[in-house]
């Protein structure tokens, strides 16, 4: 293997990777100004490669070791893979999207899949929790990142797609969806949207059941409602003074046609009304595709 299909093997993995006129391969880890220093052992009967991290000034460290020197250069590449994508070094990188998620009320964190890649997840109320990535793993680097792929998953395999601001692939055909937002990289808007759809989704669920669960029997009745829209319509109207048409007549009944009631619904009530009905469908209508 030489050296320099080794440098452009590192560089097809997004690593900052050169090689020396000296014969040493520096790579720059992501998440830090140090150095992965690598060249050719002068030791030994098998041809290896020696591995030593260096500070940014040159210093260098206890970390090192030794690589076997193979034909192909993938088993190298995932060796220096695995070092520079440690949690470690990643964890740095995405401080600030850690931090924006954070500020509006997520608890968010880096995590490892098994196959040695980094997300974000972040652990809701109700069990279920936020996967976020870049569109799949996040990248070594936050400037690397173009847009953002947020999935909500429930119980079992159940999920759906909260925030989708990756621009699609140059294959892609032309019946890409229209309607996915168009933030591309932009943390804090990614931010602000996750946060409004939970707040919109434990208006589904009263922010503590699961999204597929369904409501507890008895919980909701008839009567219950129809008490609950009474209420609400005797409560202070803040803009009567307003000549704001868009009242309402809501009659609730039982299904056999019992307990019939009709309220007067004012204008602001049925516009509130509607905000949180509109909010629910959106939530809604996913889990029932």
């Not at 990248?139 to 119980?155: A, D, E, F, I, Y």
Request: with cysteine; aromatic share 4%.
């Amino acid at each position: 293997m030489e050296l320099s299909h080794l440098v452009e093997a590192l560089r097809a993995e997004a690593l900052d990777a050169a090689l020396t006129d000296d014969g040493q391969i520096v790579v720059n880890l992501p998440g830090c100004r140090d150095q992965l220093i690598l060249g050719p052992s002068r030791g030994g009967s098998e041809p290896r490669l020696f591995w030593q991290r260096r500070t940014f000034l040159g210093t260098r460290t206890n970390e090192c070791g030794y690589l076997e020197w193979t034909a192909a250069p993938q088993p190298v590449v995932g060796a220096i893979l695995g070092y520079a994508r440690a949690p470690g070094l990643t964890g740095p990188q995405y401080g600030p999207v850690l931090d924006a998620l954070r500020s509006n009320g997520l608890d968010a964190a880096i995590v490892t899949t098994g196959g040695g890649c980094h997300l974000i997840r972040a652990y809701l109320a109700d069990g279920t929790q936020l996967v976020v990535g870049a569109p799949e793993s996040l990248p070594p680097q936050l400037s690397q990142v173009t847009g953002w792929l947020v999935r909500h998953k429930g119980p079992g395999d159940r999920s759906t797609v909260v925030y989708h601001s990756a621009p699609p692939p140059a294959s892609a055909s032309q019946d890409h969806d229209p309607g996915a937002p168009t933030g591309g990289p932009d943390i804090h808007l990614m931010a602000k949207h996750v946060a409004r759809y939970v707040t919109e989704a434990g208006l589904r669920h009263d922010g503590h059941r699961r999204p597929t669960a369904p409501a507890p029997e008895g919980e909701v009745t008839a009567r219950s409602l129809s008490r609950l829209i009474g209420a609400l319509a005797q409560l202070p109207r803040h803009q009567e003074e307003l000549d704001n048409p868009g009242g309402a007549l809501i009659t609730i009944t039982e299904r056999d046609g019992s307990n019939t009631r009709t309220t007067e619904v004012p204008a602001e009530l049925v516009s509130r009304m509607h905000t949180v009905l509109f909010s629910m469908l959106s939530v809604m209508r996913p889990y029932d595709e």
